[in-house]
Structure formats: C-alpha cells, structure tokens
C-alpha cells in the first residue's frame, strides 16, 4: 500500500477513535473540563453544618426617631409676625424659623440696653472711682437682662446685637432660630396668631436615622435582645438595623410587645408612618447543614443544587427540599447529605448549559 493511502487510514482511524468521546460530550452538558470550569467560575465546596441564628419576622410602622427630634416653641407669650420657614424644608443650625413679636421680651431688650450702658459707664471709670456695691449692682443688672434674654430663646449674636443697636432694638421682636440642623415636620400656626409659652410651632427632624416599631407576640418578643440584628424590608429593598428596646408592657388592645429597631436612613428612603417588614435575630441558634442561597436553582420547579459527579469534570442537579434563608444561607432539610461535593458559586451557569442542551442549542 502506498504512503498516501496509509496516512488517509491512519487519520481515518484516529477520528473514528474519537467519536464516542465527543459524542459522550455533547450528551453530557454538565461534563466540563478545567478551562470551562474557570470561565464559568464555578466552585466546588463541602457541606456542612453552620451555626444560623432564628430570625422573626413581624410588620412594623416606621417613626421618627425621637432622641434626633425636637420641638421648637418660644417660651413667652409671643405674637407671630413673620413666617421664615415651611413645612419641609431642611435647614442647618442656626437658621431663622420664625419673627416673634413679645411685650416682656421688649421690656427686658430695654432692661438690657439701660443695664449694658451702665455698666459701660461704671466699667470705665473702675473699682477706684466707684464703690463697690456699685460696681456689683451695674454688673449684675447686666447680666440679669441677658440671661433673661437668654431664656426666652435668644442666642448671644441676637444679644450682642441689641447692645450694639441700642433703644432702637427695644421693640420686642426676635428671631426664633434652629438649634440644630434638621427637617420641618410640623409647622401649625398662622401669621398673626397669639402663641403662649411652649406651644409647639415647629418639629425639628434629623432624619440619618429612624425608628421601626415592630409588633410581636410576647412570647416571640422574650427571645430578642438588645443589640440584636435585624433587616428591615421596604421598597424592595432590605436594610440593616438593631434593636435597641424592647417594651416591658403588652398592648391591650392588640396583645402584642413592641420591639423598637434604628435604622439607617441617610438616602431619606423611609419616611415616618409607612409600614414594613422587619426580621429580627433571636437568642436562639441552631446548627443546620446549609448553603449559599446562589448554590440552589429551580429545575422543572424543584430546588436544585448541582453536585460534583463521579467522573472528573462533572456534575449532577440533585433536588432537595430547602428551608429558610438566614443572612444569604440557604437550609437544606433533604436531598443532601454532610460532606457532599456540591457547586456553592456558578450554579447558574450549569442551569443554563442544560437547559441549552435541552433546547438543542449545544
């Protein structure tokens, strides 16, 4: 037989050699080798039992966070005369809310003006040139007329403004300023109206954080700790908090214990009054073998986690019967057992290479 014809048998019969392995690949989509591994970036771990802590999950109300809250009110008799600031708005410390218009506040203005004057005069002259007793009374009067100031809400700027101004400043009008930077959430009053001491014309909300109220049943509510974790979900999305108190009463009306968690809120996405669902890590632990919840799939409707197979480079969708999913772990009830080979990242990537396969698209 000639050369060539020895090389066209030669090849003939290598490429039938082949056939059953390339035909045995393509009947197996779940038969990868090292390089299709990597790309699809799958990873093969053991199973084993992991300590998951119990969660509740119960309907809570968020509210303003009551220690970042305060209420802004004058603490004279007071005449509104200008509103400076509405509902909503948010200002900075210090920002004018309100012009106030008051008959003490301008007798004490006058009292401060006379007193600092005085006491201008007495300073000037020194301890030589006055008594002692006088030099006292001078002092005295003037930093009486300014703490008074003081206490009807005036800061010192707005004092050393009205010393500087002189009798003119004595017409009992003030600003009533921001103490701290926050949100107008409430603003009930009328320009013109009459406001006694301590009524309330403002609340000032910081809003980086609020409060969700959530409502258990008693029992639930003794496994809960301060401190503990929990996720708030709203909006569809999930975000962390804690718990820091829990009620010491049950609600008659309702016979639940509310459990009260912060939150963060800095990208303003809730508000006060809106409900959500919260979870809540008990005391309680339990040792379960568990997942990633990646690591299981649906196929033809039952979860699936895809196991390492007996072959190298292969792997096997095996159902199982799972249970809830605590801080991304996934318990597996059945299906599984400790020390299996299963595929905990790129499950999804198995999934679609048999479904493709399926399709006739491999």
Avoid: C
């Avoid at 007798?107 to 301890?127: C, K, N, P």
């Avoid at 500087?164 to 017409?171: C, F, T, Y």
Wanted: glycine share 8%.
């Amino acid at each position: 037989m000639n050369r060539p014809v020895l090389k066209t048998a030669f090849a003939l019969a290598m490429a039938l050699s082949l056939l059953p392995a390339r035909a045995e690949e393509a009947a197996n989509p779940l038969k990868l080798d090292a390089r299709a591994i990597a790309d699809a970036g799958i990873v093969v771990d053991t199973l084993r039992s992991r300590q998951l802590t119990d969660t509740l999950t119960a309907p809570g109300e968020v509210r303003v966070d009551a220690y970042s809250t305060l209420i802004v009110s004058p603490r004279v008799a007071v005449q509104v005369v200008e509103r400076k600031a509405k509902l909503g708005d948010v200002v900075a410390a210090g920002t004018p809310l309100v012009v106030l218009s008051s008959i003490e506040v301008a007798e004490t203005q006058g009292r401060l003006i006379v007193a600092s004057q005085d006491w201008a005069r007495v300073s000037a002259l020194g301890r030589q040139a006055v008594s002692g007793r006088r030099y006292g009374e001078a002092k005295i009067a003037r930093d009486q007329a300014r703490a008074a100031l003081r206490a009807y809400g005036l800061t010192e700027g707005q004092i050393a403004r009205i010393v500087a101004r002189g009798s003119a400043a004595a017409d009992g009008q003030f600003e009533l300023i921001a103490p701290k930077a926050g949100r107008i959430t409430t603003d009930d009053f009328l320009v013109g109206e009459r406001i006694e001491a301590g009524k309330p014309l403002f609340t000032l909300v910081t809003e980086d954080t609020v409060w969700v109220e959530a409502r258990l049943p008693p029992a639930a509510a003794d496994a809960i700790r301060p401190g503990a974790a929990a996720t708030i979900v709203a909006h569809g999305t999930e975000r962390p908090g804690s718990v820091i108190q829990r009620a010491h009463r049950t609600d008659e009306a309702t016979r639940t214990t509310s459990v009260r968690l912060r939150v963060d809120n800095r990208d303003d996405l809730l508000h006060p009054g809106e409900l959500v669902e919260t979870r809540i890590a008990t005391s309680a632990t339990a040792s379960v073998l568990a997942v990633p919840a990646e690591a299981v799939v649906l196929l033809k409707n039952e979860p699936t986690v895809f196991v390492r197979g007996k072959e190298a480079g292969t792997f096997e969708p095996m159902a199982v019967d799972v249970g809830e999913t605590r801080d991304g772990w996934t318990v597996v009830r059945r299906g599984l057992t400790a020390g299996a080979a299963y595929v905990s990242k790129g499950a999804f990537a198995l999934k679609a290479r048999l479904l493709r396969s399926q399709l006739g698209d491999d």
